[in-house]
């Protein structure tokens, strides 16, 4: 029995090895969309796929690009950065993607940018803000339209201290994507002559947050500023309703903190909160409204900051048009500085400098469960100076100076 | 300095009913039948499912607390006569790969039935009161509340009830029970029924706290492995003192450490009894000896 | 006292090591097949524990982890000599696998397999919370290892042969400790520690020692494995994976040495192409694992034997 089992072990192994059936006679181009499809950040992932499937529907329906169909690749990479670098490897080895839009966690962002580095495969990220993507790690082939922390943060910051309170709490989560974005925002809040009353980091995946309270409310802040992403800033703002401390304190957060779908189920905790984003379904702009509406009218549900997934594949796409080849050194040289007026917010510039795509914004701030814009920012303005190669944290510390 | 204290203690008893609740199931399967069960957290996370079931059916989160440990103890006494009974001759250490394979299994189930994202449960009782200084929701103090019933309930149960003096003989010896005419197979599907239903309540009563997810069960396991160990593998009060020592100090500890060093902390401790004093605090001499 | 290797074996090394040369091996597949022979190895190590010696340990993952990051350390400083990477997963590990081996080996049975996972959940919450090894994301971006100046392990096609290279190593290794008159007390002490002991064997000794070989073998599993993947996660050592070793041995065959390398060969190319097919797969491993347990416990391809013999059997080996 043992032989037996031994040779039929052996040769199912040697069947996996054997390739899929070749395609079909077509010319096929192949996209990856790595991100998470499953845990923390699902909704995110989901909607990535989602914003990638409409632009690419929109692309064949026209003959494609380089009369190219294109075939979307999709990877879970749950939300860490190990499994995201294997099926970055795999996308790019085996299934030989010329472009890789993700990851969803900055975590598996930054780990899945040496993969596309080493292996010259257009990268672009449009939801995963640590500010080291655009400093200390950039590379000639990584684009970006999601506003990073210190996009963030230069956006946001001034309108708290000047409109919501002067003494500012810190909670963030407790890995790459929370920590920039604390770094970030305490920073800014400071130049803008804020007090930072404290600062706490909680683990991803926190169960119960409950431990940290008590440090909130001792230092009596005005503004609580919180820098979660999915199913756990759902569980935080329960957490913090249930304490009465999202009444006592104003509140303030990231732009993927939560998506629109989820404010309904947990409208009253989050009443009044202020954040900074590039997309609501609820902005009256007619370009926003637009897309809104083609995305409701294919999947049935509102669109998201996702959105940013769809303009990354435009972009891609025109600039392959341009050069006409899928080199990755050509195409990433024409991206740089390149506009396209078909963004869910109509015409978007991506800066020369460190690929960053010039975002004019909003603030936002959540009633009734909705999205309201109150401010508009003009993307020149948050953009920040291009730092590639510089250090964006030197000199920070995470001291709370005592006044 | 009480005003910080304080709150911090209630947190640390409120989570340990919980986990006592959760560890008693625990500790009673491995006295009675030599299995430490790795599949227990995922019992935990389907009695929070089942809740959810049953609340989008009867929109009573009450009927739920009743319904949901029973379908689970259901699912228990399936999983022990189909499963476990054939192990119970063999190496302890069987049960334990054994329940590991179940608990993949129930895990990856709960996904694909339930789907990966994070589900909510609505405390039954809304609201907060000023409490110690802070204003602390309802529904842990209720929490704390029921758990205690529970406990206490169980308590009487094993000491004053004719079953449950059956199973606490059973658990100190299987053999002469035999002997004297009681049906033990019986027995023992019966108790690990009973503990699947509590690790289900557990899983239900602690969903509006924490939410439900599938993997809800993964990070309980370990602090539940960690409070049968202290108590005494086999101690019913054991474990239940154990879930609270280990919860208010979990509480306690977070004051003056961060809480990631916390778990670090916990875990030594952990270590430093395992080999200073194997049987825990309650335990029976030989079990791991 | 038969060869080294008899010749089955070194022709499924030729056979391995012209793998390569077939048109079917991709990049993509030679890093495949890094992974599935690697994690073979590392389930081979196992099965001197459990196969040989009876010891069940749920915190082999820690050892693979402490590995990695040994390597992954000096890589991000610059220290780019495989060799001393090497060198400091196995001073690492080793030192590791003293403590808890001695500890773990000092009672019976089911006391080893929890303290061994509760070990290894304090390296895991220690380096998934510790800062200076990168917290939950771990140390990232790892350049490549270099066996000799100039000669770095950057292409798929270097890796693969260091893989083959430190499987047959390992493989005699294990071989020749098994066949060893030490092998044979373990054996010994598996069947009947009282009598060993009785016998006068220094069994705590025998132990340690079996622990710390296995521990070593995967330490230097884990330390190769960061040289290939660029990167050491916390999430290498979770007690999750362990389990995952676990069901590779059970899946190859308890005590055999080969059957562990192929079910965890197995193990790992059934998770590579199915998952990204089919989610559930997880169900189907769980369910194997209990299968095996209730129908099958000596594994798959295991000769007639347990974690613990029946009173009455043959004669060992």
């Not at chain 2, 995922?42 to 009867?58: H, Q, R």
């Not at chain 3, 009672?107 to 061994?116: D, K, S, V, W």
Request: glycine share 10%.
């Amino acid at each position: 029995m043992g032989k037996r089992l031994t040779y039929l072990v052996f040769l199912s192994c040697a069947l996996m090895m054997l390739p899929v059936a070749p395609a079909s006679a077509q010319k096929v181009v192949k996209i990856g969309d790595l991100g998470s499809k499953v845990g923390v950040f699902e909704g995110y992932g989901k909607y990535q796929t989602m914003a990638i499937q409409m632009a690419v529907e929109e692309l064949n329906a026209k003959g494609g690009v380089l009369g190219h169909k294109i075939e979307i690749i999709s990877e879970d990479d749950e939300t860490k950065p190990a499994p995201a670098v294997r099926k970055a490897e795999k996308l790019i080895l085996q299934d030989d993607v010329k472009l890789l839009i993700g990851a969803v966690s900055s975590g598996a962002t930054l780990a899945v940018m040496d993969v596309t580095k080493k292996h010259k495969v257009i990268h672009w990220n449009s939801v995963s803000c640590a500010e080291f993507m655009r400093t200390t790690k950039f590379h000639k082939y990584y684009f970006s339209n999601q506003p990073d922390s210190r996009m963030q943060a230069t956006g946001l910051a001034k309108y708290m201290v000047e409109k919501m309170g002067k003494r500012v709490y810190i909670f963030y989560t407790d890995y790459a994507m929370g920590q920039s974005d604390g770094r970030q925002f305490k920073t800014a809040l400071e130049k803008h002559g804020g007090e930072v009353v404290g600062v706490a980091g909680a683990p991803l995946d926190t169960k119960d947050f409950s431990p940290w309270f008590g440090a909130i409310n001792q230092s009596n802040p005005d503004v609580l500023f919180v820098a979660f992403a999915g199913t756990d800033s759902l569980r935080l703002m329960t957490q913090l309703h249930s304490f009465g401390m999202t009444k006592k304190y104003k509140l303030a957060g990231i732009d993927c903190f939560l998506l629109q779908q989820d404010l309904p189920a947990i409208a009253e905790p989050m009443e009044g909160f202020v954040q900074l984003a590039h997309y609501s379904a609820y902005n009256p702009d007619k370009n926003m409204q637009a897309f809104n509406a083609k995305f409701k009218k294919k999947f049935g549900v509102d669109g998201n900051i996702m959105a940013g997934a769809y303009d990354a594949v435009l972009f891609w796409a025109a600039a392959v048009e341009k050069v006409k080849s899928f080199d990755a050194d050509k195409v990433a040289e024409a991206q740089e500085g390149m506009c396209i007026d078909n963004t869910h917010i109509g015409r978007q510039c991506i800066r020369k400098e460190d690929h960053q795509v010039i975002m004019d914004m909003h603030l936002y701030q959540v009633k009734g469960g909705k999205n309201i814009p109150i401010a508009a920012l003009a993307g020149k303005d948050t953009i920040g100076e291009a730092m590639v190669g510089k250090d964006p944290i030197e000199g920070f510390t995470w001291e709370i100076k005592k006044k | 300095m009480a005003a910080v204290l304080l709150p911090q203690l209630l947190h640390g008893v409120v989570f340990g009913a919980g986990l006592g609740l959760l560890a008693l199931g625990l500790t009673v399967i491995f006295g009675l039948l030599g299995v430490m069960n790795f599949a227990h957290g995922e019992l935990f996370m389907f009695g929070a499912y089942a809740g959810i079931a049953v609340i989008s059916v009867t929109h009573s989160f009450w009927v739920a607390l009743i319904a949901a440990p029973l379908i689970v103890a259901a699912i228990g006494a399936v999983t022990e006569m189909a499963t476990l009974r054939p192990l119970y001759r063999r190496e302890p250490l069987y049960g334990l790969i054994m329940t590991f394979g179940l608990a993949l299994a129930f895990r990856e189930g709960a996904r694909q039935l339930f789907g990966g994202d994070m589900r909510r449960i609505l405390p039954p009782i809304e609201g907060s009161i000023p409490l110690l200084g802070m204003t602390y929701p309802k529904y842990r103090l209720f929490l704390l509340a029921i758990s205690s019933l529970l406990l206490l309930a169980i308590w009487l149960f094993f000491t004053r009830t004719r079953a449950g003096i059956v199973v606490r003989a059973a658990v100190q010896d299987a053999e002469m029970l035999d002997g004297l005419g009681v049906n033990v197979p019986r027995v023992f599907t019966l108790t690990f029924a009973g503990s699947a239903a509590l690790a289900a309540v557990a899983g239900l009563l602690l969903a509006p706290v924490f939410t439900v997810y599938p993997t809800m069960g993964v990070e309980v396991i370990l602090l539940a492995f960690i409070v049968v160990i202290l108590g005494g593998m086999g101690s019913l009060g054991g474990s239940v003192v154990a879930a609270f020592v280990i919860g208010i100090t979990q509480s306690l500890l977070t004051l003056w450490m961060n809480p990631q060093r916390v778990a670090i902390a916990i875990f030594g401790i952990m270590i430093v009894v395992l080999i200073v004093r194997p049987r825990g605090f309650f335990g029976r001499e030989g079990v791991l000896e | 006292m038969s060869s080294l290797l008899p010749w089955k074996g070194w022709v499924v090394f030729a056979a391995l090591a012209a793998l390569p040369l077939t048109p079917w091996m991709t990049k993509y597949h030679m890093l495949l097949a890094f992974d599935a022979l690697l994690f073979g190895a590392v389930a081979m190590s196992l099965d001197l524990l459990m196969g040989y010696a009876g010891l069940v340990s749920f915190g082999h993952a820690a050892f693979f982890g402490l590995g990695a990051y040994s390597t992954a350390v000096l890589l991000e400083r610059g220290i780019l000599s495989l060799w001393l990477c090497l060198g400091l997963a196995v001073v690492i590990v080793g030192a590791y696998a003293f403590v808890v081996g001695y500890f773990a080996t000092a009672r019976r049975g089911i006391y080893f397999a929890l303290l061994t996972l509760i070990f290894a959940e304090v390296v895991y919450t220690v380096f998934r919370y510790t800062q200076a090894f990168g917290g939950s994301d771990g140390i990232q971006g790892l350049p490549s290892p270099v066996i000799l100046p100039g000669v770095a392990l950057d292409t798929p096609i270097r890796i693969y042969y260091a893989v083959v290279l430190y499987l047959l190593l390992a493989y005699l290794a294990c071989r020749v400790l098994v066949r060893s008159h030490f092998g044979q007390v373990l054996v010994a002490i598996r069947e009947n520690e009282d009598r060993a002991r009785f016998l006068g064997y220094d069994v705590q000794r025998y132990k340690m020692g079996v622990c710390l070989i296995s521990a070593v073998l995967t330490g230097l599993a884990g330390a190769l494995y960061a040289g290939r993947a660029a990167y050491a996660t916390p999430d290498l050592m979770h007690w999750s994976i362990s389990g995952e070793f676990i069901i590779m041995v059970m899946i190859g065959g308890l005590g055999t040495l080969v059957g562990p390398i192929i079910g965890g060969a197995f193990f790992i190319l059934l998770q590579e192409k199915v998952s990204s097919y089919v989610q559930w797969y997880s169900i189907v491993i769980g369910v194997v694992l209990v299968l095996i347990v209730l129908f099958a416990p000596h594994g798959l391809l295991g000769f007639r034997r347990g974690l613990r013999a029946r009173p009455r059997r043959e004669a060992a080996g």
